[in-house]
């Protein structure tokens, strides 16, 4: 192992790798819109699978879509290493979200074949389906599946807004494989990603490393009125649904500045019916997104949005039901694997800190089935889900040389 301790990752040849990515799917300022299960995905995955065989990888499909592009070991019955994160992105997303994580653990393969390095334990380069749930609600949905968490069906009958299902677009980009999911067996998973957050770049360090993940809840609220006209309804017949809403909204702000530090809460997305100018809503469908790395706090969160919104749809005269879309408890990762993290950090002499995720993540749900760990490295002022997502050049860099010797350490070199 010391003669590879100078070994590094080809930093070029991963920018670029990145740059031709960004290019399928593109947004309209610069990031991405490579949604999963559209075209573009579908593009995306042919040319991760080509770079794959370039690299002499065997592919293998599941029937989630998840992608797992294998390196021999010399020991074919050993449990693999994992390495990998996911290339769909958000309708506004940025360029590394997710596909740092996919590109750097090829780069890492890249750079083991020009290094002429063989491990014992097999390597496996991961692409998981759908991580995001912007799309497909919930997020880290195939791997969700692949852990056991959520049933196929359940999977395969979730809808986007146009009402098309997960199960028809994966079969219509022709991405249904062949392997049972969650048939394979992994020995750890790493998963590289960008921290979505300012804590690394205000700390002046340039890698996470990550002990934890915080908790999530997304609740989609459905509150009914009844349309009527925004003109000529005095104001004391209105059952208004866009008022129930704006009210909750406020409340989850108030309730997740309550449960400060550690607490943050949100409604990203919002569908009004009939979303006329001039008509009363009638109707409202809201996702509410709140988290924390404390399980007691999430948990008292939940119940008090919930409370407030029944008690924002009494005052209103307004139906209201609750739905949870998407839920995991805080994440501990595997203990032994962030050692190897924060050492292979500390060998390559990068600032360092440990750190909580507080995005989700596909390691999140494979840290149930594996042990697994995440590395982080910053993204500039803390900016991700937003096309100005950028991180630099030596910050990929970076993240993918402490990816590359925590997996030339975990899969054993021979
Ligand atoms: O929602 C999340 O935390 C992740 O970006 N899917
Ligand atoms: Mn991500
Ligand atoms: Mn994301």
Not at 56 to 72: H, K, L, P, Q, Y
Not at 121 to 149: D, H, K, Q, Y
């Amino acid at each position: 192992m010391a003669v590879l301790a100078n070994q590094r990752i080809n930093a070029q040849r991963l920018w670029d790798s990145l740059g031709e990515m960004a290019l399928i799917g593109p947004g309209v300022a610069g990031g991405c819109n490579r949604q999963t299960l559209t075209d573009a995905d579908g593009a995306g995955r042919h040319l991760f699978a080509r770079w794959c065989a370039d690299a002499g990888m065997r592919m293998g499909v599941d029937t989630m879509g998840n992608m797992f592009a294998t390196r021999a070991g010399t020991d074919p019955d050993a449990l693999p290493v994992y390495m990998g994160s996911h290339l769909d992105t958000q309708p506004t997303g940025g360029r590394y979200d997710g596909v740092l994580g996919v590109l750097g653990a090829l780069e890492v393969v890249r750079a083991m074949n020009d290094m002429g390095v063989q491990t014992r334990r097999p390597i496996v380069v991961t692409n998981w389906t759908n991580e995001e749930g912007a799309r497909f609600a919930p997020a880290m949905l195939a791997s969700g599946v692949f852990a056991g968490i959520h049933t196929q069906d359940y999977a395969y009958g979730r809808t986007d807004l146009d009402g098309k299902s997960f199960g028809e677009e994966l079969a219509r980009i022709g991405w249904v494989g062949d392997e049972a999911v969650g048939a394979r067996k992994m020995h750890a998973m790493l998963e590289l990603h960008i921290e979505q957050g300012p804590i690394l770049e205000a700390e002046g360090k340039t890698i996470g490393v990550v002990t934890h993940g915080q908790g999530l809840w997304w609740l989609e609220i459905t509150l009914t009125g009844r349309d009527a006209h925004t003109g000529s309804t005095p104001m004391n017949m209105r059952v208004n649904a866009g008022l129930g809403m704006a009210r909750i909204t406020e409340a989850v702000h108030r309730i997740a500045m309550s449960h400060q530090p550690n607490a943050v809460g949100a409604v990203g997305q919002v569908k009004v019916y009939p979303n006329s100018r001039n008509v009363i809503a009638g109707k409202v469908v809201f996702t509410v997104d709140i988290r924390s790395p404390e399980q007691g706090k999430l948990d008292l969160m939940r119940g008090e949005v919930e409370r407030a919104a029944a008690a924002v749809a009494a005052e209103l005269g307004l139906g209201c039901s609750i739905e949870p879309v998407g839920h995991f408890d805080p994440v501990t990762f595997d203990a032994g694997l962030v050692d190897v993290v924060r050492g292979a950090a500390e060998r390559l002499g990068h600032a360092h800190m440990d750190i909580i995720s507080g995005a989700g993540h596909d390691a999140c749900w494979t840290n149930r089935v594996a042990p697994t760990v995440m590395i982080m490295c910053p993204c500039v002022g803390g900016l991700s889900h937003n096309e100005a997502e950028e991180i630099s050049p030596e910050w990929a860099a970076a993240g993918t040389d402490v990816l590359l010797h925590a997996c030339l350490e975990v899969a054993e070199v021979v």
